[in-house]
C-alpha cells in the first residue's frame, strides 16, 4: 500500500544518509514552526531533516518537462464518451447542490524527517516520512547515490521506526476501511480539488497526480500495474479493484483505471500508476500532474 506499507517497519540503522547531488543548496536553520510551501517552481523535491531544516535536493530545473500541449492528443486517445458523461456530471452537479460543503483540514506544518514533492504544476504532488529504503528507492528511481553526510546533506536520524513514529496524523488523515466512502456530502480539498458524493455516485475533480510504488494496497500478490490509480483513502477508499472513468479535461481524453491502490493525496482526487508510451496525451514523469481531471464511478 502506498506509504502506508512503509508504517510496519522497524529500522534500526545509525548511520545518516543524504542524496549527494549539485542541486542541494537551500539550508534553513530552523522551519519547525512553519508550514510546507504549498507551491514551488515545478518538480521541486525538498527534505526536511531532523532538526527540520530544509534542503532543496532538487530545484526542478533538470527533470522532465511536459512533452505536448495540455490540449494535444499525440496517440490519438480515445475522447468518446462526453455527450453521456456530461449527462451522468450534471445529475451529480444537481444532486450536490443539497448536499453540504465540508473542507477538508490540512496539517502542512513542517515535520522532521519527511520528503515533499512537487508537481510540474508547482502544487504538492506527494509529503513522505523519510526511510533508509524510501531515500534508496527515491535514489534508483531517480538516477542518484546515497552516501554518508557531507556538509551537503542533511542529517536524517532513522532510529528505530515503528507504527507510532510515522508522522502521519490520522485525526487529519483518517483512513476508511477498503470499499468504504465517507457520507454523501461535497468534500472540498482546496480551492483547485473537490470529490462529490452522491446517493448513487462519486465524482472527483481537480489534480490528478503519479506515482511509482509498484506495491499494492494488497501487497505483492496484485502489485500496481500501468495505469491502475490509487483514491482518496479518507474521503473515497473504493472497493478493490473496482473500475474507475477517468477523464483528462484538458483534452477530453477518457480512460477506465483499475483501482488497486489508495493513499494521502495531498492536494489531488486521484493518483495514476507510471506508465510507457502515451497516457492521456503525456508521457510519465515521477512529478508529472494532469492538473485538470475528472473521475467518477457508480456504486
Same mark, same amino acid.
Given at each position: 500500500?502506498?506509504?502506508?506499507?512503509? /508504517?510496519?517497519? %522497524?529500522?534500526?540503522?545509525?548511520?545518516?544518509?543524504?542524496? +549527494?547531488?549539485?542541486?542541494?543548496?537551500?539550508?534553513?536553520?530552523? @522551519?519547525?514552526?512553519?508550514?510546507?510551501?504549498?507551491?514551488?517552481?515545478?518538480?521541486?523535491?525538498?527534505?526536511?531533516?531532523?532538526?527540520?531544516?530544509?534542503?532543496? %535536493?532538487?530545484?526542478?530545473?533538470? +527533470?522532465?518537462?511536459?512533452?505536448?500541449?495540455?490540449?494535444?492528443?499525440? +496517440?490519438?486517445?480515445?475522447?468518446?464518451?462526453?455527450?453521456?458523461?456530461?449527462?451522468?456530471?450534471?445529475?451529480?452537479?444537481?444532486?450536490?447542490?443539497?448536499?453540504?460543503?465540508?473542507?477538508?483540514? $490540512?496539517?502542512?506544518?513542517?515535520?522532521?524527517?519527511?520528503?515533499?514533492?512537487?508537481? *510540474?504544476? =508547482?502544487?504538492?504532488? $506527494?509529503?513522505?516520512? %523519510? *526511510?533508509?529504503?524510501?531515500?534508496? !528507492?527515491?535514489?534508483?528511481?531517480?538516477?542518484?547515490?546515497?552516501?554518508? #553526510?557531507?556538509?551537503?546533506?542533511?542529517?536524517?536520524?532513522?532510529?528505530?521506526? *515503528?507504527?507510532?513514529? &510515522?508522522?502521519?496524523?490520522?485525526?487529519?488523515?483518517?483512513? /476508511?476501511?477498503? =470499499?468504504?466512502? /465517507?457520507?454523501?456530502?461535497?468534500?472540498?480539498?482546496?480551492?483547485?480539488?473537490?470529490?462529490?458524493?452522491?446517493?448513487?455516485? #462519486?465524482?472527483?475533480?481537480?489534480?490528478? !497526480?503519479?506515482?511509482?510504488?509498484?506495491?499494492?494496497?494488497? =501487497?505483492?500478490?496484485?502489485?500496481?500495474?500501468?495505469?491502475?490509480?490509487?483514491?482518496?483513502?479518507?474521503?473515497?477508499?473504493?472497493?478493490? $479493484?473496482? !473500475?474507475? $472513468?477517468?477523464?483528462?479535461?484538458?483534452? @477530453? &481524453?477518457?480512460?477506465?483505471?483499475?483501482?488497486?491502490?489508495?493513499?494521502? /493525496?495531498?492536494?489531488?482526487?486521484?493518483?495514476?500508476?507510471?506508465?510507457?508510451?502515451?497516457?492521456?496525451?503525456?508521457?510519465?514523469?515521477?512529478?508529472? *500532474?494532469?492538473?485538470?481531471?475528472?473521475?467518477?464511478?457508480?456504486?
Amino acid at each position: 500500500m502506498k506509504k502506508f506499507r512503509l /508504517l510496519g517497519l %522497524i529500522l534500526t540503522l545509525c548511520m545518516c544518509f543524504a542524496i +549527494a547531488m549539485p542541486a542541494l543548496a537551500v539550508d534553513i536553520a530552523d @522551519n519547525s514552526n512553519e508550514q510546507i510551501p504549498y507551491r514551488m517552481e515545478p518538480s521541486t523535491v525538498v527534505l526536511y531533516d531532523s532538526d527540520c531544516k530544509m534542503f532543496v %535536493i532538487n530545484d526542478g530545473a533538470d +527533470a522532465p518537462k511536459r512533452m505536448y500541449s495540455r490540449t494535444a492528443n499525440p +496517440a490519438n486517445e480515445s475522447v468518446a464518451g462526453i455527450a453521456e458523461e456530461e449527462e451522468i456530471v450534471a445529475q451529480i452537479l444537481e444532486e450536490s447542490k443539497n448536499l453540504s460543503d465540508i473542507y477538508m483540514p $490540512h496539517n502542512d506544518t513542517v515535520r522532521p524527517n519527511t520528503m515533499v514533492i512537487y508537481g *510540474t504544476d =508547482g502544487y504538492i504532488n $506527494h509529503i513522505y516520512p %523519510i *526511510t533508509e529504503e524510501y531515500l534508496k !528507492t527515491y535514489a534508483s528511481r531517480n538516477y542518484q547515490t546515497i552516501d554518508a #553526510v557531507t556538509e551537503l546533506g542533511a542529517n536524517i536520524e532513522y532510529g528505530v521506526m *515503528t507504527l507510532d513514529d &510515522i508522522y502521519v496524523d490520522d485525526s487529519v488523515y483518517p483512513p /476508511l476501511k477498503r =470499499g468504504k466512502r /465517507l457520507a454523501p456530502n461535497n468534500y472540498i480539498i482546496d480551492d483547485n480539488n473537490s470529490i462529490r458524493i452522491t446517493s448513487s455516485y #462519486v465524482m472527483g475533480t481537480g489534480r490528478l !497526480t503519479t506515482f511509482n510504488d509498484p506495491i499494492g494496497e494488497n =501487497g505483492d500478490s496484485y502489485p500496481n500495474k500501468a495505469g491502475d490509480c490509487a483514491t482518496r483513502r479518507n474521503i473515497d477508499n473504493a472497493p478493490f $479493484h473496482q !473500475t474507475i $472513468h477517468v477523464r483528462n479535461l484538458d483534452n @477530453n &481524453i477518457e480512460k477506465y483505471m483499475r483501482k488497486n491502490d489508495n493513499g494521502d /493525496l495531498d492536494y489531488a482526487v486521484l493518483d495514476i500508476f507510471k506508465w510507457d508510451g502515451i497516457l492521456m496525451g503525456e508521457k510519465y514523469s515521477s512529478t508529472f *500532474t494532469f492538473e485538470n481531471g475528472r473521475y467518477y464511478y457508480e456504486f
